[in-house]
């Protein structure tokens, strides 16, 4: 059997691997990069998919899981990187890329588990989750801001007399949450329902209360018992 398939349209390169699957309506991209290397690997992606530009995807390893929902929407590129295994990547549907998204599971990390919920959007935003048996969960109606981190992880490991003390866990945020330009959510981090996480916060600990405003390095709750709405001030103001 042919060991390689291969699929070239002008800029576009699809390479994957026997034994792996690449599940997708037609769409239509000016370039996209998409290789799948290992063993019982799918990429799946469905109807209504649409990427203005640009999009790579590079899965290796063995029994990983790309899933985007439907109506998927790119203005601009979107990047995923997965390297090890049995990870999974999940994307609800109607999810909304305004610029750029890029996640990223790699330094070979087993069991890594990113889900984000129907009906969230994002700026410019990177999630990184690659620690073994780490995961980021993110809820439905979410809505990321120019510049935004997701980063569960350090990196690199932090050790005290001998034992690693800086492994990474779940990082949770809620339904309806907003991040606003440049903010950052770390290393198992939580925030509630319904909040906002102000201009160049840093989330660091775990903030289980909802409808509060997360402002400061590290980030502190200054304002309890907000809504928040994706209308501007003025659509506000005249009822719409």
């Known amino acids: 059997m042919q060991k390689e398939l291969f699929m070239f349209f002008s800029k576009r390169k699809i390479k994957i ?97 990113i889900e984000v919920g129907d009906d969230t959007s994002f700026f410019n935003t990177e999630l990184y989750c690659y620690d073994n048996d780490s995961s980021i969960k993110i809820g439905n109606d979410c809505m990321f801001g120019y510049n935004t981190i997701v980063y569960n992880t350090d990196g690199h490991s932090i050790l005290q007399y001998g034992k690693l003390t800086n492994r990474a866990g779940q990082l949770t945020i809620g339904n309806h949450v907003w991040v606003a330009q440049n903010g950052e959510i770390l290393k198992n981090s939580s925030v509630g329902d319904g909040s ?45």
């Open 17 to 113: 691997e026997e034994g792996n699957s690449f599940i997708h309506p037609k769409f239509k991209v000016k370039s996209c990069n998409v290789f799948c290397s290992g063993k019982g690997n799918k990429i799946i992606f469905n109807e209504g998919f649409f990427c203005a530009k640009r999009f790579d995807v590079v899965c290796n390893g063995n029994g990983n899981e790309i899933y985007l929902g439907k109506n998927f929407s790119c203005k601009n590129k979107f990047h995923i990187r997965i390297d090890g295994n049995n990870c999974k990547l999940y994307l609800g549907d109607n999810i909304t890329v305004v610029d750029c998204l890029s996640v990223y599971s790699h330094a070979k990390g087993n069991n890594v588990s």
């Open 196 to 240: 906002i996480i102000g201009r160049q916060a840093i989330v660091s600990g775990k903030f289980s209360e909802t409808n509060v405003v997360l402002c400061g390095i590290p980030a502190k709750i200054i304002k309890r018992d907000i809504c928040w709405d994706r209308r501007t001030v003025n659509e506000v103001l005249a009822g719409e």
